[in-house]
């Protein structure tokens, strides 16, 4: 693994450290690498998503649990390439029964109190929550935005970097430190266009373009605490306690049920493809569903 580093995004780096210190030592640790079989393998997958630290009545997200199978399968193979062990062609299976939740998203209702709020009170943060939900960026996108990144004439916006904080867990020591790096994936390096509207309410918040967007200032704003500026102004407003990313999924979901095709949301939002914003992202509510049926019925029915 540290030879890897060097190969591999920081925040990557820090992700796997902490999958192998803290999942894959306390179950698998004690085996011998040339002993880890399928059974061993499998096991794992049902303890994971059965149970976590936190909490050992409910397991870890399927996608999570998909990711430690990942490293725990790159693993075996490096050393099946390195001849340390005998090749295995390990095969996997994920229980049906452990569905994927949906992150919840805000309703029209309570998109019209935010937005109208977030309006009336601007300052750099309100704003930045006001973009997020008229854009879908990630959190770590919108703490590492400058104002460079704003074309104020040609109205757009470019996305070129992320701010996030990563723990570090090894063997003798752990540390937590915040880096500035690169977007999630080449597509998250994006550029997206702006309601001019939004852009004349943000001109006179201009100041210097190194400045950080929502803090107007050199200095940033590290993703936990504007998380926790997000979840005060929620409390204020009566609003139900969503996760800052429940913004991004409210603006695909909008999107799609206003009818904008599935590519421009999945550029807009930086997906490599499609599948990502439909699985992932997008969650049409009821009332859209009898909408559509309706439509379809009466389409059959004039025919």
């Given amino acids: 693994m540290e030879k890897e580093r060097f190969f591999i995004k920081e925040s990557t780096y820090a992700t796997y450290t902490n999958i192998i210190e803290n999942h894959l030592k306390p179950v698998l640790g004690k085996k011998k690498i040339n002993n880890i079989t399928n059974e061993d393998l499998q096991n794992f997958i049902i303890l994971k998503l059965s149970t976590s630290k936190k909490n050992l009545e409910k397991g870890l997200a399927l996608?999570?649990?998909k990711d430690m199978t990942v490293l725990i399968k790159n693993t075996l193979k490096t050393a099946t390439q390195n001849k340390l062990i005998s090749f295995q062609n390990f095969q996997c299976k994920f229980p049906s029964s452990f569905?994927?939740?949906?992150?919840?998203?805000?309703?029209?209702?309570?998109?019209?109190?935010l937005f109208k709020y977030l309006i009336n009170n601007q300052n750099s943060k309100n704003l930045g929550i006001l973009l997020c939900l008229q854009t879908g960026l990630r959190l770590g996108e919108i703490c590492g935005l400058q104002w460079q990144d704003i074309n104020l004439e040609k109205s757009t916006l470019t996305i070129c970097?992320?701010?996030?904080?990563i723990y570090i867990k090894e063997k003798n020591k752990s540390y937590s430190k915040t880096i500035i790096s690169t977007p999630k994936t080449k597509t998250s390096n994006r550029i997206i266009p702006l309601n001019i509207d939004f852009i004349n309410l943000i001109k006179p918040f201009q100041q210097n373009k190194n400045n950080y967007f929502i803090t107007n200032s050199t200095n940033y704003l590290k993703p936990h605490c504007y998380r926790y500026y997000y979840q005060k102004l929620l409390h204020f407003l009566n609003l139900p306690k969503?996760?800052?990313?429940?913004l991004r999924h409210t603006f695909a979901t909008q999107a799609v049920e206003l009818?904008?095709?599935?590519?421009?949301?999945?550029?807009?939002?930086?997906h490599a493809n499609m599948n990502t914003t439909l699985n992932l992202y997008v969650h049409p509510k009821t009332e859209y569903k009898h909408k559509c049926l309706d439509l379809i019925y009466k389409k059959l029915k004039n025919e």
């Fill in 242 to 246: 969503l996760k800052f990313h429940s």
């Fill in 63 to 65: 996608k999570t649990v």
């Fill in 161 to 165: 970097r992320t701010l996030q904080k």
């Fill in 259 to 270: 009818g904008i095709d599935c590519k421009t949301i999945s550029e807009i939002l930086g």
């Fill in 99 to 113: 569905s994927k939740s949906h992150l919840k998203t805000f309703s029209v209702e309570e998109q019209k109190i």
